[in-house]
C-alpha cells in the first residue's frame, strides 16, 4: 500500500470521463488499498480514482463510519435539498458554497464485483454526489455558490475529497 500523489485542479486528468471496471484484478485491489491510504493521510471524507491520476470508476468514502468502496457507482435516487461549504484534495486550501440532495440512493459494484446499494443522508449524500461528479470530470468548483474561499478548518470542510 503507498500514498499516492492527488491531482489538482489545472491537471487535465480530472476533465476526463472515467472508464467502467469490468473485472477485478489484484493491482486494481492494490489501488483501492492505496486509494484509501492516500484519503486517511489527506485528512479527506473521499477521493476519486481521476484524483491519483486513474480514469476509472472508482471511489472510496469514509465520513467516519467506516470505509464504502464504489465500483461503477450510479445515483439511483436523490431528494431534499442542503447547501454548505464543501472543500475537494484537488483544489487544497479552499472552499465554496454547493447546493446538493440531502439524501442519495447509490448503486454500484463492491470489490467483490457485486451489486450493493448505499443510502446516505447529509455528509454521506454530499460525497457521493462530490465523487461521482469526478468521475465524470467535473470538480465542486463549477457547482459554487458565489466565490470559493480560503478553508481555515481543522478537520477539514464538508465533502472534503
Known sequence: MAIREIREIGDEVLTKVSKAVKVMTPRTLMLIDDMLDTMYESGGVGLAAPQVGILKRIVVIDVGE??????????????????????????PGKAGCVTRPNYVKVKALNTKMKEVFYEGEELLARAFCHEIDHLDGHLYVEKVEGELHDATYEEGPEGES
Do not use: K
Open 66 to 91: 467506516g470505509p464504502i468502496v464504489l465500483i461503477n457507482p450510479e445515483i439511483v435516487e436523490t431528494s431534499g435539498e442542503q447547501t454548505g461549504d464543501e472543500g475537494c484534495l484537488s483544489v
